[in-house]
Nanobody, 122 residues
């Protein structure tokens, strides 16, 4: 079992930045690849970014490529999502989750956090 707790969400103006954190406890954090997903009101949850267990490989959705950066600190059992140049359409609840490797489909992820709200005002 892995417990995940996201933090760092909030209200920001378009063009601004936020850094989300996802703290893990339970099983060995470094055993897992990690991903970030988001869900906007009335929409399905969508993939945002993923990182492998060592932090040496990442993958991004086209909609965030060049603006968002995923990274991790295995000593702190934490994965981060640095979000720059935020747009109104980035408004969503952001979730972190574990996977056996870099994956983009929701069903390939096992453990999920409760989510953190990001609101970007235009």
């Amino acid at each position: 079992q892995v417990q995940l707790v996201e933090s760092g969400g909030g209200l920001v103006q378009a063009g601004g930045s936020l850094r989300l954190s996802c703290a893990a406890s339970g099983r060995t954090f470094s055993n897992y690849a990690m991903g970030w997903f988001r869900q906007a009101p009335g929409k399905e949850r969508e993939f945002v970014a993923a990182i492998n267990w060592s932090g040496t490989s990442t993958y991004y959705a086209d909609s965030v490529k060049g603006r968002f950066t995923i990274f991790r600190d295995n000593a702190k059992n934490t994965v981060y999502l640095q979000m720059n140049s935020l747009k109104h359409e980035d408004t969503a609840v952001y979730y972190c989750a574990t996977a056996p490797g870099i994956r983009t489909r929701e069903y390939e992820y096992t453990y999920w956090g409760q989510g953190t709200q990001v609101t970007v005002s235009s």
